[in-house]
């Protein structure tokens, strides 16, 4: 088993190494939070033009029938 404390280890060395990766672990968090508002705005938009087809499919309809039934329906 390693016996090392933290007075033992030099951090000076690695901090530019640990600042950039911690500024490109902030970047593929970000990229990652625009790639799921994207997804989410994707099925938003596709619930909403599903939603509009099937009304614009029953206002069809409806027109169809009241078309062939002599406007009485």
């Not at 990229?31 to 799921?36: Q, V």
């Amino acid at each position: 088993m390693w016996d090392l404390t933290l007075s033992e280890y030099d951090f000076a060395p690695d901090a530019p190494q640990l600042a950039q990766m911690r500024a490109e672990l902030v970047g593929i968090g970000e990229k990652e939070r625009i790639l799921r508002e994207r997804s989410a705005d994707r099925e938003a938009y596709r619930y909403l033009l599903d939603a509009h087809r099937l009304s614009a499919g029953a206002l069809s309809l409806r027109a169809g029938v009241e078309h062939f039934s002599g406007g009485r329906g």
